[in-house]
């Protein structure tokens, strides 16, 4: 193991109150947690003068694993050679009711410090609000599910935890150094468990043929959602680009990677992935890029095809591509989940305009269009600027599709030319005495 360290609990029995300490005066008092007990954010916790290797001594090592990968060692005969990372335990006051299951809604207070440190890297108490999540559900790091996982209801206790459970080998600069492990205080302040338990962890882990697939499932699980907190962070900062680059990472390192044991691991893996797929969009869409926001709002569409926020950015998106159709079909879907969602009630109003826009924008053209017919269109042909390759190969393509005797229309997607070819052939097609009927604003059929 590496040289490891983190702050031990200053609990003094000969300091005063005005230390902050706890005193048991009454021998009754640990059944009492009213007597003689600090407010947990009023409290020292940490001297800073053990390393976490001479702490770990005195603690319960609770989940042992390789130290590497976060892998956990269940044969004790490799304990001693295998065992380098981990979760190690030490109660400060014990709680009272069940230790939380699978599925289990926690909440709790936390501050985290590194080795050699009296200052926490990171606390509850700064943002003011108690921590909440599931347990096993990939909301949190790995480290922190174990810890709260082994935890009564008011208990309060201390963990060291290794790397591996944590931000790994790399860390997330400038925040978290390099392979750091981290000793978190943790007290457990409700636990909600929830009305069915779905799956079991221990019944899985004993049908050995699924044993491979389950660590490698729960491992890049576990490297998603730390890629995702990464990417959250960044995003938070104003980074798009940079919170983009850990989304998609994320995404790429358990998009059809992942071997889906059961029911279980599908909903975690797909509840994961759209996420992922979400907070792409929301950047994307920051970004004005809108068809990669449209194709991630697809993506999340097939995984939760009612879910809100994907139809209304998709929207969004179309009606910035103008593509108004479609746009109000992803709408009016938003519209029938959450009629009165703000947002949603905004954008049914820029859409409007944008197709008052359109009828406008469609006038205006007809108007030029009545205009050229008193000029001769064979010298505007001539002094439109496209290729002559361009030239030949349209004026070959409408005199073949004049002399066939099909009765299907000729299709022009506008999207295939830039707006000097579209209008070229669009003057084409009339000085050749075909009929033009405007499909939408995309797509135009010629007719004989």
């Known amino acids: ?18 230390d902050n300490i706890e005193e048991e005066d009454d021998p009754n008092s640990k059944h009492n947690r009213s007597v003689h007990i600090e407010p947990f954010h009023r409290q020292r916790r940490i001297d800073g003068t053990l390393p976490f290797s001479e702490q770990i001594k005195t603690m319960q090592y609770i989940v042992p694993t390789n130290g590497i990968d976060g892998r956990h060692i269940t044969d004790k005969n490799m304990l001693e050679t295998d065992a380098q990372g981990g979760v ?75 790397s591996d459970l944590l931000y790994g080998e790399l860390g997330c600069a400038p925040h978290i150094p390099e392979s750091a ?15 069915a338990i779905i799956y079991d962890e221990q019944l899985l882990m004993k049908n050995t043929t699924n044993r491979q697939q389950l660590d490698d499932f729960a491992k890049r699980i576990r490297l998603a ?33 992942v071997t889906l044991i059961d029911g279980k691991h599908e909903e975690q893996y797909h509840q994961l992935l759209l996420k992922l797929h979400l907070n792409s969009a929301q950047c994307y869409l920051r970004l004005d890029n809108f068809e990669k926001c449209l194709r991630a709002c697809r993506d999340a569409l097939v995984i939760e095809p009612n879910n809100l926020k994907a139809l209304f950015r998709a929207s969004v998106s179309l009606r910035s591509l103008n593509q108004l159709n479609e746009a109000e079909k992803y709408l009016a879907k938003a519209m029938s989940i959450d009629s009165q969602n703000q947002d ?26 009545k205009e050229s017919n ?20 349209l004026d070959s393509v409408l005199n073949e599709f004049i002399e066939t005797t099909t009765i299907e229309p000729f299709t022009i997607q506008r999207d295939n030319f830039s707006d000097t070819e579209y209008y070229y052939i669009e003057l084409l097609a009339k000085y050749k005495q075909l009929n033009i009927n405007r499909i939408d604003e995309n797509i135009i059929h010629i007719t004989k």
């Open 1 to 18: 193991m590496q040289s490891l360290s983190l702050k031990t609990l200053n609990i003094d029995e000969n300091n005063d109150v005005n």
């Open 88 to 162: 190690w335990k030490e109660i400060i006051h014990t709680g009272i009711g069940q230790k939380p299951t699978i599925g289990a809604c926690v909440r709790l207070h936390y501050y985290a410090y590194f080795e050699h440190r009296d200052e926490p890297f990171d606390t509850s108490f700064k943002r003011r609000r108690y921590l909440e999540f599931r347990i096993g559900k990939c909301d949190v790091l790995p480290g922190i599910d174990i810890a709260v996982g082994t935890m009564q209801r008011r208990e309060r206790s201390k963990f060291i935890i290794s």
């Open 181 to 195: 492990w981290c000793l978190y205080v943790i007290e457990l302040l409700i636990t909600n468990e929830p009305s």
């Open 225 to 257: 959602q730390t890629l995702r907190n990464t990417g959250n962070e960044e995003y938070a900062n104003g980074q798009l680009d940079r919170a983009l680059r850990s989304y998609n990472k994320a995404r790429q390192l358990i998009h059809n990677k």
């Open 344 to 369: 949603i009630l905004n954008e049914v109003e820029k859409l409007k305009e944008a197709f008052d826009l359109l009828i406008n924008k469609k006038s205006d053209e007809t108007f030029i269009l």
């Open 374 to 393: 008193e000029l001769d269109i064979d010298d505007m042909l001539s002094c439109i600027a496209v290729s002559d390759e361009f030239r030949i190969k």
